[in-house]
């Protein structure tokens, strides 16, 4: 019998690779993708933007918002509607996601949290509380045309929430740095609070999607809400102590950078691979493992940092760009889906910057500082647009809310640096800022 067996699984015939058309198809998708993502995030930066927004802007050109339009026949060639075409694509894209959400937890500063936790906590729970809950607010209000057919009205509003409270760490600590903002008190509460804002964006997602495929039940939360708490404390306990002593000698080591990245890599990916088998997001445990990585010391640190010029040369604008391909700018001359779009927009926008300076002054801090604050979170950038994409793949949104989502991302990223500019010309420094201003300028 057991002969027989390894019979049968010698004569069976070899798994077909990737054939011929599709591979071609694929290759010549990643380096359209590419060649317009990176020059349009050029461009954007150019005119004073975030890449992001370039990039973003090169899916919606190549998807059915622009060229589905105006050649149909060519982008349904270089975007066929086969599910294995477009999951080939998609699995790159979401190893470049995994790689960015890692990379972001590295920037999560421990000890600027526990330093500042007083003011940060209140700005943290200012805003981000009071944002989720206009969101939850709102999703229940939105037409039933923007939900998606995966997901109820209860989820979906949960989702929302979720969406709308998140700030974008990436676009932030850019912005700061870019505008010599990092070394201000404001600017290290704002990356305080949207670290925190970003930890709890991903944990609720998590609860989201366990919502989402098992329904919202009280059990199903609480499950979830078990679960995340196992991950916690997996991650202090066992996980930290673990990738220390897989990285501490492989980072202490000068001539090991390539072990070390390739270490990082697999490090992240098997932190995504064991919250998805918990059915929670495997982003959450990709940016765990970040936020480990990055906690223990400047040398694993300059692990990841050696890895993210390739991340965010490459495969961060080929997933933002993929993201755009999602994006249907025709579902907004649907008057029920701009006024929903619209809407949405104004309660991010107000919910983020009520919340944080409501917050900020809970916190003792004066007007224009609190005002500061609540421009600087508003930027919801790349953060945002990996969580519309986990909707649309969970089926709690549809393209039309999909398309809502994206483009909040990119108007509050866009409209964060004039709006931070203007707020952080009015607060005169102090002499300790001016003093850490010549320690940062010396570096």
């Given amino acids: 019998m057991v002969k027989k067996g390894i019979q049968t699984m010698l004569a069976t015939a070899p798994v077909p690779g990737i054939s011929h058309d599709h591979l071609l198809v694929l290759l010549i998708q990643m380096g359209a993708l590419l060649i317009l993502a990176i020059g349009l995030g050029r461009l954007a930066l150019r005119l004073r933007l975030p890449a992001v927004v370039g990039e973003l802007l090169a899916g919606v050109v190549v998807g059915p918002s622009l060229l589905g ?59 981000v509380l009071f944002p989720l809950v206009l969101g939850v607010g709102l999703g229940f209000l939105l037409p039933a045309s923007v939900i998606g057919e995966g ?36 600017g290290q509460v704002i990356i305080g609070a949207a670290a925190v804002s970003d930890v709890l964006g991903w944990m609720l997602l998590s609860v989201v999607s366990a919502m989402a495929t098992a329904g919202f039940r ?37 001539e090991s950078t390539e072990l070390g990245i390739a270490a990082c890599v697999v490090l992240i990916v098997l932190s995504a691979a064991g919250t998805h088998a918990l059915n929670m997001e495997p982003i959450l445990g990709a940016f765990l493992c970040g936020t480990v990585i990055g906690s223990l010391g400047r040398n694993s640190r300059r692990l990841l940092e050696a890895l993210r010029p390739f991340v965010m040369a490459v495969l961060a604008p080929l997933f933002l760009a993929t993201a755009g391909l999602q994006v249907d700018l025709s579902a907004l001359k649907d008057l029920s889906v701009l006024s929903a779009g619209l809407i949405t927009l104004v309660v991010a926008v107000g919910g983020k910057l009520v919340g ?20 600087g979170l508003n930027a919801r950038g790349v953060v945002e647009i990996v969580l519309a994409s986990v909707g649309l793949g969970i089926g709690v949104l ?46």
């Fill in 151 to 186: 997901g109820d009205r209860t989820t979906f509003a949960f989702f929302i929430g979720v969406a709308i409270a998140v700030s974008a760490l990436p676009v932030i600590a850019k912005t700061l740095m870019d505008m010599g903002l990092l070394h201000r008190n404001v």
């Fill in 356 to 375: 944080g300076y409501a917050g900020a002054r809970m916190g003792k801090l004066d007007h224009n500082e609190s005002l500061a604050i609540g421009a």
């Fill in 218 to 254: 009280l059990v199903v939360v609480a499950e979830s809400v078990g679960y995340l708490l196992i991950v916690l404390a997996v991650t202090v306990f066992l996980a930290r102590p673990l990738i220390g002593r897989v990285l501490r000698p492989i980072a202490c080591s000068a």
């Fill in 398 to 443: 549809n393209t039309a809310s999909y398309t809502i989502v994206v483009l909040v991302a990119m108007v509050t990223s866009v409209m964060a640096p004039p709006l931070l500019r203007r707020t952080t010309s009015r607060i005169v420094k102090t002499a300790t800022e001016i003093e850490r201003e010549r320690d940062y300028a010396a570096v």
């Fill in 69 to 127: 339009n105006v050649a149909p026949a060519f982008s349904h060639w270089l975007l066929p509607r086969d599910p294995e075409q477009m999951h080939l694509i998609g699995a790159i894209s979401q190893l470049g996601a995994l790689l960015l959400v890692g990379i972001t937890g590295a920037h999560i500063d421990l000890g600027l949290l526990r330093r500042k936790r007083v003011v940060i906590g209140w700005v943290s729970m200012g805003s």
